[in-house]
Nanobody, 120 residues
Framework: VQLQAFGGGLVQPGGSLRLSCVAS????????MGWYRQAPGKQRELVAL???????KYADSVKGRFTISRDNAKNTIYLQMNSLKPEDTAVYYC???????????????WGQGTEVTVSS
């Protein structure tokens, strides 16, 4: 199983970016998916998650600005980030809870990270 994240880059404050994360490989199903981020010198923090049924949860710092969505047919999640602030600068990591064939419980898989820099 592989997760690939796309869409990071440099954007000015107030701008927008859209991140994507695609899961590929052989598995039974994908449960929850989401995004964490890690800023320099800080711990990794949850940004947003979405369940297989479409329920979402956001960090307080991004509510109203970020939107997570999911395309189950494409095994892909998206993070639409609007009104970006310098404090959103971080490496963004996607994750997925995946049920693999032969495993009793789902396992967590991570993408490689994509860097987002918000700066003028």
């Amino acid at each position: 199983v592989q997760l690939q994240a796309f869409g990071g880059g440099l954007v000015q404050p107030g701008g927008s970016l859209r991140l994507s994360c695609v899961a590929s490989g052989s598995f039974i199903r994908i449960n929850g998916m989401g995004w964490y981020r890690q800023a320099p010198g800080k711990q990794r923090e949850l940004v947003a998650l979405i369940t297989s049924g479409g329920s979402t949860k956001y960090a307080d710092s991004v509510k109203g600005r970020f939107t997570i969505s999911r395309d189950n047919a494409k095994n892909t999640i998206y993070l639409q980030m609007n009104s970006l602030k310098p404090e959103d600068t971080a490496v963004y990591y996607c994750y997925a809870e995946i049920q693999l064939l032969g495993f009793m419980v789902p396992t967590i898989h991570w993408g490689q990270g994509t860097e987002v820099t918000v700066s003028s």
